[in-house]
């Protein structure tokens, strides 16, 4: 059985570019949950699909946009990068929402 | 809006202590809480998983303990090891709504030889 898996595994970015990270969920299960760590601090939900539909989303502005594939992988798109974006990106993938959440080795994403 | 608080924030022991990691919330109606740990620059490894209407788990030497009216939450940790050394991520699942995970900041623990 794979896990989740995510890619790139880091990323160096400047001000102002998009950027798009992805993310291969645990075979069978289709709800996908991104979720934001900065450097000390505990991760902070982005949004979730399920079934390709976005199911629920944090206090994140819209410049952080995603989807979620047939196949469930997804992607999260982060546009106007900002110094303040430079963080952990992890993936968790779930039978559905309330199952127990398994998380890839994220993107570390750094804003220059 | 649940607020997820983890105490100490640090903690260093030497080999074979037994040890308390707390976690405090403030929403008690949730359907879970999850045990996480995190190594430096890494994912995270899911360790207990307890329902709301579970009081404990157990896998090998940790044990985690749930009390939803008071809105607390223990990880023992028996006997510690070096290769313990690592970030506790305590987190809750609300019950209400769609389902997502609130996280504490960590509890960042070394295990000394």
């Known amino acids: 059985e794979t896990g989740v898996t995510q890619s790139p595994t880091h990323l160096i970015k400047t001000r102002g570019q998009q950027v798009t990270l992805r993310c291969s969920s645990q075979s069978g299960h289709n709800t996908v949950s991104w979720y934001q760590q900065a450097l000390g601090q505990g991760p902070q939900f982005i949004f979730q699909?399920?079934?390709?539909?976005?199911?629920g989303r944090g206090n994140f502005p819209p410049r952080f946009s995603g989807l979620q594939f047939p196949n469930y992988s997804s992607e999260l798109n982060v546009n106007a990068l900002e110094l303040d974006d430079s963080a952990l990106y992890l993936c968790?993938?779930?039978?559905?929402?309330?199952?127990?959440?398994?998380f890839g080795d994220g993107t570390r994403l750094s804003i220059l | 809006k649940q607020e997820v608080t983890q105490i100490p924030a640090a903690l260093s022991v030497p080999e074979g202590e037994n040890l308390v990691l707390n976690c405090s919330f403030t929403d008690s109606a949730i359907y879970n809480l999850q045990w996480f740990r995190q190594d430096p620059g890494k994912g995270l490894t899911s360790l207990l998983l307890i329902q709301s209407s579970q009081r404990e788990q157990t896998s090998g030497r940790l044990n985690a303990s749930l009390d939803k009216s008071s809105g607390r939450s223990t990880l023992y940790i028996a006997a510690s090891q070096p290769g313990d050394s690592a970030t506790y991520l305590c987190?809750?699942?609300?019950?209400?709504?769609?389902?997502?995970?609130?996280f504490g900041k960590g509890t960042m623990l070394l295990v000394s030889p």
């Open positions: 968790a993938s779930s039978l559905d929402g309330y199952q127990p959440q398994h």
């Open positions: 987190a809750v699942n609300l019950a209400s709504g769609y389902s997502t995970l609130t």
């Open positions: 699909y399920y079934r390709e539909e976005e199911n």
